[in-house]
C-alpha cells in the first residue's frame, strides 16, 4: 500500500537531498509531495522544482509522513512555525519523521529531540545535543519514527531505511 511522504521545501534546498527521495518514493509505489511557500524554487545548486502543496496549509493529518532535506532551506523554515508545527504533529502521531543534513535544524524548532538519538550534518552537532539529541556520526539512525541522515552521500542507506520503515507499517 503507497504512503503519501510530505517532502518540505524552502528556497536553497539542497537539490539531491530532495530529488533522490522524491523520486525513489515515487519508484517505490509512495506519493511525493513537494510542500513549500512557493509553487516554484530553485535548489542550492539551481535545479528548480515545482511544489504541488503549500508548506503553510499542510497538515500532519494529510501524510503518512514527513521527510526534511537539508542545504540552506531548513535555516528559511525554521525562521516561521509552519514547518516545525508539522514536524511536531507528525511526530505526535507516530508517522514517519525524516532528516538528513541541517534538515535538523526544523526538527530542534519542532522540539522532538529531547532523548532521541540521531545523525546529521556534523556542522549543527552542538545544536541538535542542545535541543536534547544523542548525537552520532553514522550514515543512518532510526529512533522509533525518527530517521537520520548526515549528507548527500548517505542517501543510498537514508532511502533503504525510509522505505524499510514504510514497509513495515500495516
Known amino acids: 500500500m503507497g504512503r503519501r511522504i510530505c517532502i518540505l521545501c524552502d528556497q536553497d534546498f539542497q537539490d539531491l537531498e530532495v530529488l533522490y527521495p522524491y523520486y525513489r518514493l515515487l519508484e517505490a509505489g509512495h ?60 511526530d505526535r502521531q507516530g ?37 536534547g539529541a544523542a548525537w552520532v556520526d553514522e550514515s543512518v539512525v532510526t529512533d522509533g519514527n525518527l530517521i537520520s541522515s548526515r549528507h548527500p552521500d548517505d542517501l543510498p542507506a537514508f532511502m533503504k531505511a525510509i522505505l524499510y520503515w514504510l514497509e513495515d507499517r500495516p
Open 31 to 90: 506519493e511525493a509531495v513537494l510542500a513549500g511557500p512557493r509553487e516554484e524554487l530553485t535548489g542550492k545548486y539551481g535545479y528548480p522544482i515545482r511544489c504541488t502543496a503549500d508548506i503553510r496549509e499542510a497538515s500532519a493529518e494529510d501524510f503518512d509522513g514527513v521527510l526534511v532535506p537539508g542545504g540552506w532551506a531548513p535555516d528559511f523554515m525554521r525562521r516561521e512555525p509552519y514547518a516545525a508545527k508539522l514536524v511536531a504533529e507528525t
Open 95 to 131: 508517522k514517519l519523521v525524516a532528516v538528513i543534513c541541517h534538515g535538523g535544524w526544523v526538527l530542534a524548532s519542532a522540539r522532538i529531540l529531547q532523548g532521541r538519538k540521531m545523525t546529521g550534518f556534523y556542522a549543527i552537532r552542538d545544536d541538535l545535543e542542545n535541543a
